[in-house]
């Protein structure tokens, strides 16, 4: 029996996409694209797919937020997100909000059909019980491959994050108790494992390919349908 999907992202070139790579697949029917959680919710009512694929950031409410609205609304429809940012609040939240799996796009559509496959077996609808920590490494795991292996370590991993925050090197070096000429060396790794030629280089793509997530803008809440 084919499975229903539903694609929400408010990237089109990604939703056109992920449409055109899962429909070619005979054992899915696409039906119904969203940009924004108002759209899902109503594509949803409309075409009660079995599995809404979600991106945590949209123009009008937090994926958690959609999330929670369909796995309330409409208790069989299964709820992955699929989004750049990895981390274990990030993925914690989403599972406390219904989801049944989270994929990161780095990873890629192959990692991706796997989760809808792992959802399928489950059974439509039931909620993911894979730990946050064990996804976090698994999908990092799989993102590192796709990287040849350049995944960052723990500490470069800290560097990134408060680098993102806006920190100077010697900001830095003093959070994390450490010299402001190691924090240089982790940077001009992090540079050559990114393949960056700026800082600001280095944190766009460490934020598209999921390793660090930037702030919630304010003012993003769930909308009434």
């Not at 408010?10 to 005979?26: F, Y």
Request: net charge negative; glycine share 8%.
């Amino acid at each position: 029996m084919l499975k229903r999907l539903l694609i929400v992202d408010d990237h089109e070139v990604v939703r056109e996409g992920l449409a055109s790579a899962l429909a070619a697949d005979e054992r899915f029917e696409i039906v119904g694209t969203a940009a924004t959680g108002k759209e899902a919710l109503q594509r949803a009512r409309q075409t009660l797919p079995d599995i809404a694929l979600v991106d945590l950031r949209l123009p009008d409410m937090r994926g958690e937020d959609l999330t929670r609205e369909i796995r309330t609304r409409f208790p069989s429809t299964a709820v992955i997100i699929l989004t750049t940012y990895l981390g274990e609040g990030t993925v914690r939240s989403a599972l406390e909000a219904g989801a049944s799996g989270y994929v990161t796009k780095a990873a890629g559509l192959p990692e991706l059909r796997a989760a809808i496959e792992r959802v399928i077996e489950d059974g439509i609808g039931a909620n993911g019980t894979t730990a946050a920590p064990q996804i976090v490494k698994q999908l990092h795991a799989v993102v590192a491959s796709r990287m040849d292996d350049a995944i960052p370590t723990p500490r470069q991993e800290a560097v990134l994050e408060l680098a993102a925050q806006g920190m100077t090197n010697g900001e830095i070096g003093e959070r994390l108790y450490i010299s402001e000429s190691t924090v240089r060396f982790h940077v001009q790794k992090l540079k050559e494992k990114f393949s960056a030629r700026t800082k600001t280089e280095l944190i766009a793509k460490a934020i598209r390919t999921g390793f660090i997530a930037p702030a919630l803008e304010d003012g993003i809440t769930s909308v009434e349908l």
